[in-house]
């Protein structure tokens, strides 16, 4: 069981990079001012790796501004997911289908980001992409 607020993207596609959505909307979860511990959960169900050269970085992004573009946001990058061939990834195979867990806080060098968001790199040759949900397990 979870809470559908702290959903960050719904199924869908994505073949190049942006941030997630639900609902076709741009996603950003308040979780205040102080420090919060969990876990971002995500749900693979199709990944395209034709090529061997593609690359899907999932990040958990947080900003001191609640829309992520106005003002002078400070965006970083608290929690990130590498997926993708095995040939760009360092690794002994190729990323497959099913649940990742990567723990997260909202904190980084002493500074708690309130605002948090999903962001998607996409490298590589890729035609159709990857498909997944994500949520954050707090």
Request: glycine share 12%; with cysteine.
């Given at each position: 069981?979870?809470?559908?607020?702290?959903?960050?993207?719904?199924?869908?596609?994505?073949?190049?990079?942006?941030?997630?959505?639900?609902?076709?909307?741009?996603?950003?979860?308040?979780?205040?001012?102080?420090?919060?511990?969990?876990?971002?959960?995500?749900?693979?169900?199709?990944?395209?790796?034709?090529?061997?050269?593609?690359?899907?970085?999932?990040?958990?992004?947080?900003?001191?501004?609640?829309?992520?573009?106005?003002?002078?946001?400070?965006?970083?990058?608290?929690?990130?997911?590498?997926?993708?061939?095995?040939?760009?990834?360092?690794?002994?195979?190729?990323?497959?289908?099913?649940?990742?867990?990567?723990?997260?806080?909202?904190?980084?060098?002493?500074?708690?980001?309130?605002?948090?968001?999903?962001?998607?790199?996409?490298?590589?040759t890729v035609a159709t992409g990857i498909n997944f949900t994500a949520r954050l397990g707090l």
């Open positions: 069981m979870y809470d559908s607020g702290l959903i960050l993207k719904d199924a869908g596609l994505v073949a190049a990079s942006a941030a997630g959505t639900v609902g076709g909307l741009a996603k950003i979860v308040t979780v205040g001012e102080g420090r919060v511990d969990g876990v971002l959960v995500v749900d693979v169900t199709a990944i395209e790796m034709a090529s061997n050269d593609e690359r899907y970085s999932i990040a958990l992004q947080g900003s001191d501004v609640a829309d992520f573009t106005t003002g002078s946001p400070k965006v970083e990058e608290l929690a990130c997911l590498n997926l993708g061939a095995n040939e760009v990834l360092s690794g002994n195979q190729d990323s497959a289908i099913g649940r990742y867990e990567v723990p997260m806080t909202n904190v980084k060098q002493g500074v708690a980001y309130p605002h948090l968001r999903l962001y998607t790199t996409v490298a590589g």
